[in-house]
């Protein structure tokens, strides 16, 4: 207790770096500027998120398969088109993820060598900016990029890997992955070898005790991991717009272009509000599941 | 109008070296030298005119700062001092209508009259005639530059004539998906659409305007373009893409770039559609400046012909300067698209600025993007 002013700097920085820029997002968000000068209140940024022009909404091939042509408005379908990539990209990263996470896991158990070499392997490209990663992945993808060359000195042909859902799901995934398989990894290695043999003393086949034992432990694991994709899946603007060939506009991309190149505030806030509150009703639903937190995602 | 964006490295290139040359100015020589503040683009003057300025007239020192938009130019105007800016002709129009800028003394830059080409003074450069017809008693014409097609004449057939419909076609058709390039600018891009279709370029018409829009909206399903800035240029030397809008200056910098590779020049070419959009970036004295007088001496030295040429081919736009133009390689003063011919040159139009325009358009070009 005697060390309670340690905490200060930590309130400080906080109310300064997270909740003083929230309120001014809050704040711009419900005014706008006058052309004399004057700000007064408004609803003119949230009266446009859903107004605007109206498109077709653009949803796992719900118009092209099923031919269902439902008109929404535009943000409301960059912000379904977000989501759906963020969520797929999320499902890709757990899928590749939790069998890396579960081999590891076992090898760490057996005591076998090496395995902080392959850890270590998923964390180094961490290390570098994201920037710089995502522009090798431009260097390797484009249409004249060196993927591409060596398909077309080997006689195959070439294939059109940016600027599309591929090239923005690939980017995420591997941007991301790293944060899909820590945390699972983390909860996985702490389950108790004695619960699993257990588990098999009482009779269960390697089927059952992966289903019955080690998924249902390694939930919080799996939760953190969903949640340090998902959230920056869903609101990354560098991905599209470097793999996205300046044409992809996912609900980041609008809050960017709205913030620096038009410079409309109202709207870009009044969307970033929207944004938030979706973000922190997914968080709350996901940590309902994640009690323990032992895979060191984010509280709430 | 955003052309210049220097790389990071070269701005903090410059911030360094404009610091180190205030230190030494205010160090060493305050006590004689006047020292004048140069607003500019990024990498629109050659690295040793200033040099040249300052060994010319060693009483006066030049410390220049850059901008990236005549938007930023103009916000930073009422809170800092420069004596010589170089903002665009829109802007030019503006903030003589808002009375910002020094009437200079025309009879202190007399290579102004001497040299720069007569003809730029027939531009209407504001809907306001009043407005229009006192430019050039504010502003000296540095550099000007035109919008056009960029294309691949691998790829891509020259234009059949000069009409909008023959020059754009292009950038329109779905032969060359994901091959085309588009400025991530809303007055290129309208302007485009509105010169395809026959419209002014200034067109505030609701109807012309939707029409512009449903054209763009179009292109972005069929076409697939690309859209940037600056990153657009090496697509074009590496063949990428095919054709797209492009300022002349990026067109003679993608010409630098395929010489600096050892690749064939006539790989890259540039067309002008009639009526397109001509730029005329300007020097020009704001009202606050504190040295009005080394601020003209300054603009004149500008307009000299070998400072004028060296300048030109730095920054890759066209000079208005007569005597300068003589003495450019004949592959740019014989190219048309760079140094239009009279004919052409009667059909551009100048970008205006309003209220309802900027509204208008950057309405347009957000519902675009997020298409």
């Known amino acids: 207790m005697k060390l309670r002013w340690m905490a200060y700097p930590y309130v400080l920085w906080t109310v300064v770096f997270t909740i003083a820029p929230l309120l001014l997002v809050a704040w711009f968000a419900f005014t706008t500027m006058q052309p004399d000068g004057s700000t007064v209140f408004t609803f003119s940024g949230f009266e446009k998120i859903v107004g605007g022009d109206r498109v077709p909404l653009d949803l796992l091939g719900l118009q092209k398969i099923f031919g269902i042509t439902l008109d929404v408005p535009l943000y409301l379908n960059i912000f379904v088109k977000s989501l759906q990539i963020a969520l797929l990209s999320t499902l890709a990263c757990l899928a590749f993820g939790y069998p890396a996470a579960y081999l590891l896991a076992r090898r760490t158990a057996n005591r076998r060598g090496g395995t902080d070499l392959l850890l270590l392997l998923f964390v180094i490209p961490m290390w570098m900016n994201a920037l710089l990663r995502t522009y090798a992945w431009l260097a390797l993808l484009e249409p004249n990029g060196i993927v591409n060359t060596v398909l077309s000195a080997v006689g195959l042909p070439r294939g059109q890997f940016l600027y599309n859902d591929f090239g923005i799901g690939l980017g995420m995934v591997y941007n991301y992955l790293p944060f899909m398989v820590l945390p699972i990894y983390s909860v996985l290695v702490k389950v108790d070898r004695s619960v699993i043999e257990a588990a098999e003393d009482l009779g269960a086949d390697r089927r059952h005790v992966f289903t019955r034992v080690t998924l249902p432990l390694s939930m919080p694991g799996v939760m953190s991991g969903i949640n340090m994709v998902f959230m920056p899946a869903m609101t990354t603007f560098l991905i599209p717009n470097l793999l996205g060939g300046g044409r992809y506009m996912l609900i980041g991309n609008v809050i960017e272009r709205q913030y620096m190149i038009a410079r409309d505030w109202t709207t870009a806030s009044a969307l970033s509000i929207v944004l938030l509150v979706f973000v922190l009703a997914s968080m709350k639903f996901l940590t309902r599941y994640e009690k323990g937190n032992e895979g060191g995602g984010v509280l709430l | ?371």
């Open chain 2, 1 to 371: 109008m955003k052309r210049m964006r220097p790389d990071f490295l070269v701005r903090v290139a410059l911030v360094v070296s404009v610091l180190a040359a205030a230190t030494l100015v205010t160090t060493s020589c305050a006590s004689k030298t006047t020292t004048i503040y140069f607003y500019n683009w990024g990498e629109y003057i050659a690295d040793d005119t200033i040099a040249k300025f300052e060994a010319a007239h060693p009483e006066i020192k030049v410390s220049m700062k850059t901008f990236d938009s005549n938007e930023a130019l103009y916000q930073t105007l009422d809170s800092s001092s420069f004596d010589v800016i170089v903002p665009s002709d829109y802007m030019v129009a503006r903030l003589v209508k808002e009375g910002k800028l020094y009437k200079p003394d025309m009879s202190a830059i007399p290579n102004n009259a001497k040299y720069n080409d007569p003809r730029l003074a027939n531009l209407v450069l504001d809907s306001d005639p009043a407005v229009a017809s006192q430019v050039f008693q504010y502003a000296v014409p540095y550099l000007y530059g035109t919008v056009g097609l960029i294309y691949n004449t691998a790829d891509v057939p020259a234009p059949k004539s000069d009409s909008p419909a023959d020059v754009w076609a292009p950038l329109f058709d779905a032969k060359y998906a994901n091959r085309i390039g588009m400025y991530d600018s809303m007055r290129e891009s309208v302007g485009v659409a509105l010169n395809m279709l026959g419209y002014s370029l200034n067109s505030v018409d609701d109807a012309q305007l939707a029409a512009a829009k449903a054209l763009l909206i179009q292109q972005k399903d069929t076409a697939k373009p690309i859209y940037g800035i600056d990153e657009l240029k090496d697509k074009y030397v590496s063949d990428e893409l095919a054709a797209g809008v492009a300022w002349s200056g990026d067109y003679v910098a993608c010409l630098n770039k395929l010489t600096d590779a050892g690749k064939d020049t006539n790989q890259i070419a540039f067309a002008l559609s009639k009526g397109t959009n001509f730029f005329i970036d300007f020097l020009a004295i704001p009202k606050n400046a504190k040295h009005p007088k080394e601020a003209q001496t300054f603009i004149d030295f500008l307009c000299s012909p070998g400072i004028a040429l060296a300048d030109s081919n730095y920054a890759g736009y066209s000079t208005p300067n007569l005597e300068a133009q003589k003495s450019l390689p004949a592959v740019l003063r014989d190219n048309t698209a760079l140094y239009p011919t009279d004919d052409m040159f009667k059909t551009f139009e100048v970008y205006f600025s309003s209220d309802a325009i900027d509204s208008k358009y950057s309405a347009i070009w957000e519902s675009v993007m997020a298409h």
